[in-house]
């Protein structure tokens, strides 16, 4: 046997003894510790009390300043009006949390088209940013977004008019006897994204 491979075989013996003879190799270690805590997280949220959005649609016929609750036996005609009215408080717990308020376009979701041609469809949205009425309530635009706090208030009121109060011509009043459903509102508070 030359003398390199000897060399070599007794190198590798003793690089196999320096690492334990098995292949494994031991490394000295220590540890720290990093104290854990609790972790709670908050809310957001819209707070509609019963007492706080209307029990029913409000009917107002053309030229009345008052109106009665809408029932099941009711039909509108042109000149009607409906009215709905609802307020939520912003319950919003973070420490850092902001939030957006948007709503919805009212509309019709089906029915029949000529009536809902014949029907215009409002939304008057504001918010009072402290909730104490102390200040002028801020519009809302439908589609849009405005920034809010804990303990704000949101007004949402919604108006449905039968149009055409105005027509003589019969033929124009084209949605009688007809049926639509009109669309849910959503009123919405998103966490605020800085």
Known sequence: MKKSTKGALAAGAAASLLLGGAGSLAYWTSTGTIGGTNITSGHL???QSPTNCDTDWTLT?????????????????????????????VSLDGKNLKADLSVSTPGFASGAGALRNDMTVDGAFSYDADGAGAGVASPVTTGSVSNIADGSTVDATITVAFKNVSSKDNAANTGTNLTALLDDVTVTATQQHA
């Open 45 to 47: 949220k819209l707070v």
């Open 61 to 89: 016929g053309a030229g009345q300043t008052t109106g009665a609750a809408l029932t099941a036996s009711d039909v509108l005609s042109p000149g009607d009006v409906l009215t709905k009215h609802c307020t939520y408080t």
